[in-house]
């Protein structure tokens, strides 16, 4: 099982996703293709968390949206118990 964390702006630009595997570390031989900028984090469950969630703001989308808008970036969610909620 996997899980992935992907993210599309208003105005149509996609981010690279961060995969979430069920297992407690990442094997570098688990990808059969190249899969360049992706990013891959690990869980006991396989689901995202809040330590996952925060790892994803960090790594993914601070750092692929912070030089297209000058302004504050604020990711929004459908999933209703999305566990990391910034404007908390």
């Given amino acids: 099982m996997v899980t992935s964390i ?3 702006s208003a ?3 996609s ?7 069920l297992a407690s570390t990442h094997r570098s031989n688990w990808t ?3 899969t360049p900028g992706w990013h891959f984090g690990c869980s ?3 689901y995202n968390d809040s ?11 601070d750092p692929q949206t912070r030089s297209a ?3 504050i970036r604020v990711p ?3 999933i209703q118990n999305f566990p990391f909620h910034p404007w908390n």
């Fill in 44 to 46: 006991e469950n396989g």
């Fill in 15 to 21: 981010l690279l996703p961060l995969i979430i595997w």
């Fill in 69 to 71: 808008v000058q302004t």
């Fill in 51 to 61: 330590k996952i969630s925060l790892e994803w703001l960090t790594r993914v989308f």
């Fill in 76 to 78: 929004k969610t459908d």
């Fill in 11 to 13: 105005d149509g630009r």
């Fill in 32 to 34: 059969t293709y190249p």
């Fill in 6 to 8: 992907e993210c599309v």
